[in-house]
């Protein structure tokens, strides 16, 4: 099984790509869970729509190879951040070429705030089933990002997060083997 992430910010020493990171050390034996970069996107245009990008069309291959797709994403201004819009509106066009339909999903972010990302999950949430992606539930996973709780190479270091993280990739697991996609 292979699950592709999306974080949602373009900082290379992003605290959710750490959360990110450690997600994928946490993957089960028999799932792969890789990044699938967002970083080279241009701002989304219908005049692209005619004659993609290269990096679109990567973008959107990459999102068509995986079973299922995990949102790891800030939150910026109580929202999503426009990079993630972005590249969600990529996988979304030209009208009736979307990659996202029918795809299951989940959603997680970490931020020094007492909610987390809670704002930006639920933003999120709200255009994914739009996309009509199959969004996991639960468990909903909030994370505070407190210093030296996930090493810059994604260890867990904070033991009380360490279970969490693992009952989130162990749901995940379970939610995309359970809605993958149907091949024609």
């Not at 373009?10 to 605290?15: C, E, G, K, Y």
């Not at 993609?52 to 068509?64: M, R």
């Not at 990529?90 to 020094?112: D, K, L």
């Not at 199959?134 to 996930?150: D, H, L, N, V, Y």
């Amino acid at each position: 099984m292979r699950i592709g992430y999306i974080v949602g910010s373009l900082a290379q020493n992003s605290i959710n790509r750490r959360l990110a990171k450690a997600l994928e050390a946490l993957a089960p034996e028999g799932v792969e869970l890789f990044e699938i970069s967002i970083s080279e996107l241009p701002l989304y245009n219908w005049d692209f729509d005619a004659d993609y990008p290269a990096a679109a069309l990567d973008f959107k291959e990459a999102v068509s190879s995986a079973d299922g797709i995990l949102f790891v994403t800030p939150e910026y201004s109580r929202s999503v951040p426009a990079a993630l819009k972005n590249a969600i509106e990529w996988g979304a066009r030209p009208w009736g070429q979307a990659v996202w339909g029918g795809v299951p999903a989940a959603v997680i972010g970490t931020s020094p705030g007492g909610t987390g990302t809670a704002m930006a999950q639920q933003h999120l949430r709200n255009i994914l089933a739009h996309l009509d992606m199959k969004t996991m539930g639960q468990p909903e996973s909030f994370i505070q990002s407190r210093e030296g709780a996930i090493a810059e190479t994604g260890e867990v270091q904070d033991e009380t997060l360490l279970p969490i993280l693992q009952g989130f990739v162990e749901a995940l697991t379970a939610h995309v083997e359970a809605n993958a996609r149907v091949s024609a």
